[in-house]
């Protein structure tokens, strides 16, 4: 069992940034990517980044190219998602996720290849 809390979130500016925070304990050697997804409102929920437990290798969003960064510590075990240049439009709800299969781009954009899930974390953005 891996348990995911996903910290962070709040109010910010338009323009402004915020770092979320996934802390992953338990069962983490099973762990072979983690994942941040959001779910705006009245949207689906869908992948924003992903890195490999091994921090070698990180999937973006076109969208979050260039705005976004994902990071994780590997001495405590937290994956960071660093948003920059936010807009009204990243205004969603944010789940980190840890999946166990093999990490591939096309894996890492799927829900479905994911176990664990947070409960996720709320990001308002305010024009």
């Known amino acids: 069992q891996v348990q995911l809390v996903e910290s962070g979130g709040g109010l910010v500016q338009t323009g402004g940034s915020r770092r979320l925070s996934c802390a992953a304990s338990?069962?983490?050697?099973?762990?072979?990517?983690v994942g941040w997804f959001r779910r705006a409102p009245g949207k689906d929920r869908e992948c924003v980044a992903a890195v490999s437990w091994s921090n070698r290798d990180k999937y973006y969003a076109d969208f979050a190219k260039g705005r976004f960064t994902i990071s994780k510590n590997d001495a405590e075990n937290t994956v960071y998602l660093l948003m920059d240049s936010l807009n009204a439009e990243d205004t969603a709800d944010y789940y980190c996720?840890?999946?166990?299969?093999?990490?591939?781009?096309?894996?890492?954009?799927?829900?479905?290849?994911?176990?664990?899930w947070g409960q996720g974390t709320q990001v308002a953005v305010s024009s």
């Open positions: 996720a840890a999946g166990t299969p093999v990490y591939t781009a096309y894996n890492v954009r799927l829900e479905t290849s994911y176990d664990s």
């Open positions: 338990g069962r983490t050697f099973v762990i072979n990517f």
